[in-house]
Nanobody, 127 residues
Framework: QVQLVESGGGSVQPGGSLRLSCAAS????????MGWFRQAPGKEREGVAA????????YIANFVKGRFTISQDNAKNTVYLQMNSLIPEDTAMYYC????????????????????WGQGTQVTVSS
């Protein structure tokens, strides 16, 4: 099973930016749905963004649209989540997930239907 390692989390003031990275242990470039999810204390895990690595199609949740972008680096088997204009409500543990060989769908994102998950990286937005 593919291993996923997230990095790039930390503490930032409101309005700041962070870039999260998700490095995969296997080749994800031939067509895999890679997703970013988050879970705040006391709340359910929710889908934030996803990318189908075969074509670069992206899926961005409405509540972060215009602030977050997702991208990939094929040479590094890595997916990034660029987070700008961060607000305190973005505070959460952020998780990377993968569905090898699968297209992305909003159903899978909303239902957390991903086969592999990373351990998460904490993002804290506070003044």
């Amino acid at each position: 099973q593919v291993q996923l390692v997230e990095s790039g989390g930390g503490s930032v003031q409101p309005g700041g930016s962070l870039r999260l990275s998700c490095a995969a242990s296997e080749d994800i470039n031939s067509g895999t749905c890679m997703g970013w999810f988050r879970q705040a204390p006391g709340k359910e895990r929710e889908g934030v963004a996803a990318i189908y690595t075969g074509r670069g199609n992206t899926y961005i949740a409405n509540f972060v649209k215009g602030r977050f972008t997702i991208s990939q680096d094929n040479a590094k088997n890595t997916v990034y989540l660029q987070m700008n204009s961060l607000i305190p409500e973005d505070t959460a543990m952020y998780y990377c997930a993968a569905n090898l060989g699968s297209l992305c769908s909003w159903w899978a994102i909303e239902h957390l239907e991903f086969g592999a998950w990373g351990q998460g990286t904490q993002v804290t937005v506070s003044s």
